[in-house]
């Protein structure tokens, strides 16, 4: 059975003046290990703004990239030996 990073953690520091005296558990452990568990629900507006702008950006750049002289005509070689395929 393997012990839980708490448990290690409180064994390693049982010492220290920090904890001296306290349970298996500190409080501030009971408080937290609720919220290390939890996924994000979703995303805040500013991260949405953010998502959004990057997204634009790499749109443009992919739009920029995917019609560039090399890249087009790349592109048009290999539709156009797809359709020459002999079956």
Same mark, same amino acid.
């Given at each position: 059975?393997?012990?839980?990073?708490?448990?290690?953690?409180?064994?390693?520091?049982?010492?220290?003046?920090?904890?001296?005296?306290?349970?298996?558990?500190?409080?501030?452990?009971?408080?937290?290990?609720?919220? &290390?568990?939890?996924?994000?629900?979703?995303?805040?507006?500013?991260?949405?703004?953010?998502?959004?702008?990057?997204?634009?950006?790499?749109?443009?750049?992919?739009?920029?990239?995917?019609?560039?002289?090399?890249?087009?005509?790349? &592109?048009?070689?290999?539709?156009?030996?797809? &359709?020459?395929?002999?079956?």
């Amino acid at each position: 059975m393997e012990t839980k990073f708490w448990d290690r953690a409180v064994a390693a520091l049982r010492g220290s003046r920090l904890f001296a005296g306290a349970p298996d558990r500190p409080a501030w452990s009971a408080r937290w290990a609720g919220r &290390l568990g939890r996924s994000d629900q979703g995303m805040t507006t500013s991260e949405y703004a953010v998502g959004t702008i990057a997204a634009c950006a790499f749109a443009a750049v992919l739009y920029k990239v995917v019609n560039s002289g090399p890249v087009m005509s790349a &592109l048009q070689s290999l539709v156009e030996d797809a &359709l020459d395929a002999k079956f």
